[in-house]
């Protein structure tokens, strides 16, 4: 669990009238008032921090608030560069597309699979296209399935919505 430092509050601003004081160690110093605490934490040559404010009496720390500060910023960035960020692409095709373009698009499409994004694909209809929806939408979906499927497979089911065929698809795992 991070703890935002703007939640935390330390000596002074701690504003409830009794606490639960815990040393460095982590052994428990008991129930005691703050100025009293904040005393004991001064001449430890530390800060009194609130580490669990919602707790019944809320649970204070005593620690060097500035390396706490350090030590989870550092802790926050290294978790920061583990992330894996999931990056999808969008491409947008019409039923009376021309074959050449349609390759285009399908090549991007293979692109993107290489760099491990996901691809959601955009199939809109318009005016007539919209009598054939269920034949055209259907053989695009195919045929853009069949050409993909050695780079990614199908996320989820096709969506039809009212004037657009949405899927997305995945790159296979290596």
Known sequence: MTISFTELRINRQIRTE???????????????TVPDAVKIAEERGMDL???????SPPVCKLLNYG????AQVKKDKENKKKQHVVVVKEIQVRPAIGKHDFDIKLNHAMEFLDKEFKVKFVIRFRGREMDQKSVKGKEMTQHIQKTLIDKGELEDNVINEDKTMIFIIAPKKK
């Open 18 to 32: 009794k606490i639960r004081v815990i040393d460095g160690e982590g052994v428990s110093l008991g129930i005691l």
């Open 49 to 55: 921090v609130e580490i669990s404010p919602n707790a």
């Open 67 to 70: 390396k706490f500060r350090y």
